[in-house]
Each structure stands twice: as structure tokens, then as C-alpha cells.
Nanobody, 130 residues
Framework: QVQLVESGGGLVQAGDSLRLSCAAS????????MAWFRQAPGKEREFVTA????????YYADAVKGRFTISRDNAKNTVYLQMNSLQAEDTAVYYC???????????????????????WGQGTQVTVSS
């Protein structure tokens, strides 16, 4: 059973930076596609960013492109989300997710779909004050 534990959330001011971490255990992390989603109060969960198992391919929602960076360290079983120039609209609970399906030859749109991720963390709160 794969377990994902997020950390690094907090309360910051607009323009500040935060780095979230997601530590995985109980599975073959280096084979998993990983993603971050977020859910703001009263809104549906939305895709933020994703990374291929090797780290060579990354995908971003338009709202965070140029400000957020996803990365992974397979030796540490950890995926990171560096968030710069934070805005009040980034306030949400951020969730880490893992896809262990090993499905080959997926397109970019595959990563955006929350349904493909079997494992989810408990979430970490990010609050940006304006």
C-alpha cells in the first residue's frame, strides 16, 4: 500500500514562496507518475502540475505556469512543489497524488485527470494573504 505524506504548507504573504514536499512509502516510487492537485474552499479539486516517472516531462496548469516548479528525487522517494510569487488565488489545500498504473505512451492530457491517480495524500494547507 502506497502512502503519501505532504508537508511544507503554511501561511504566507502575497509574493512569497513556499516549497511543498510529498514523501512516498510502500511502493515503487521511481515508477510512478506524480502530480499535485489543489482544492480551494467551495471549489472542485483542480490539477496543478505533474511529472513523469523519470522527471523528464512536466506539465502545468496555466494558472501556475512560470511560477510553480515540480521536481522529484527518486532516491528520496519525494516529489516537490516549489511555489513562487504566490497569490491569494493560490490559497487551497494541496494534495499529492500517485499513478502506479505504468500505462505506456500517455499524452499530456492523461496527467490532468484526477481519476488516473490511485493514491492521494492527506493534503497540506497553503494560505496566501493579500
Amino acid at each position: 500500500q502506497v502512502q503519501l505524506v505532504e508537508s511544507g504548507g503554511g501561511l504566507v504573504q502575497a509574493g512569497d514562496s513556499l516549497r511543498l514536499s510529498c514523501a512516498a512509502s510502500g511502493g515503487a516510487f521511481s515508477r510512478y507518475r506524480m502530480a499535485w492537485f489543489r482544492q480551494a474552499p467551495g471549489k472542485e479539486r483542480e490539477f496543478v502540475t505533474a511529472i513523469s516517472w523519470s522527471g523528464t516531462s512536466t506539465y502545468y496548469a496555466d494558472a501556475v505556469k512560470g511560477r510553480f516548479t515540480i521536481s522529484r528525487d527518486n532516491a528520496k522517494n519525494t516529489v516537490y512543489l516549489q511555489m513562487n510569487s504566490l497569490q491569494a488565488e493560490d490559497t487551497a489545500v494541496y494534495y499529492c497524488a500517485a499513478d502506479s498504473s505504468l500505462r505506456p505512451l500517455v499524452t499530456s492530457t492523461y496527467y490532468y485527470n484526477a481519476a488516473v491517480y490511485e493514491y492521494w495524500g492527506q493534503g497540506t494547507q497553503v494560505t496566501v494573504s493579500s
